[in-house]
């Protein structure tokens, strides 16, 4: 008896990793910015809690929204994608037979054991070869919606929440230097852990984070002291 050797991948966490790290880095850039134009235009600390508050909750919901839609609409398509393999089988499964061990032909088998390969797989799952391996659908790689909505929710208001912490704790004179910089901090920290879970470079993927994110801060804080000047 042939024993399966269980081994996880990092494909298998794209799909959540995804959506969480975009989720918590649009919570930490989108409210620290609110505060930060808020707070540079003048407004009273109160106005800043405010609207970091209401950032928070309008971002959360977006980002559900948004990527429930999206992602839905990703799985509408491998769904009509499975359908019509499932047609084109019923009523030509030796053209499916062919094709199946055409693909294999072309990733280096000779046509002899690509054709018993197909067959083989065929009889076990004909469905699952074909999405497999014509289609590219695997169950690692499924669009899930309501999880990558979730998780894009619950990212974004942990991401969120952070900035509105350092609202609610600095003095109000010193509110655009904390969030400013506590935000940065936050983002380097997850763009690092996020390469890290990724397996990428950890310095590289704080770096890119950090620097988009100071560049946000910094045109919202501009434009924010602009308006509070005119008024």
Request: net charge negative; charged share 15%.
């Amino acid at each position: 008896m042939i024993r399966r050797h269980a081994e996880r991948h990092r494909t298998d966490t794209i799909g959540w990793l995804r959506a969480s790290v975009l989720g918590a880095n649009d919570g930490i850039v989108s409210t620290a910015c609110l505060v930060l134009g808020v707070a540079a235009a003048q407004g009273t600390h109160h106005a800043v809690l405010v609207a970091g508050t209401a950032g928070l909750v309008a971002g959360a919901m977006s980002m559900a929204a948004g990527e429930y839609v999206s992602v839905h609409s990703q799985a509408d398509t491998e769904q009509a994608d499975l359908d019509r393999e499932c047609s084109e089988l019923r009523i030509d499964s030796p053209g499916e037979h062919r094709e199946l061990a055409a693909i294999y032909v072309g990733r280096g088998l000779d046509p002899g054991l690509a054709k018993q390969v197909a067959d083989q797989l065929m009889a076990h799952d004909a469905l699952g070869a074909h999405s497999r391996d014509e289609l590219g659908i695997s169950e690692a790689l499924r669009a899930r919606p309501l999880q990558a909505a979730l998780a894009s929710a619950g990212s974004f208001s942990v991401g969120a929440v952070l900035p509105l912490v350092v609202v609610v704790v600095a003095p109000h004179d010193t509110l655009l230097v904390a969030v400013s910089a506590t935000s940065l901090v936050f983002l380097a920290l997850l763009g690092g852990v996020a390469a890290r879970v990724g397996g990428a470079g950890v310095r590289v993927g704080a770096i890119r984070v950090l620097l988009w994110g100071a560049l946000a801060m910094a045109v919202t804080a501009a434009i924010g002291a602009v308006f509070g000047s005119v008024g």
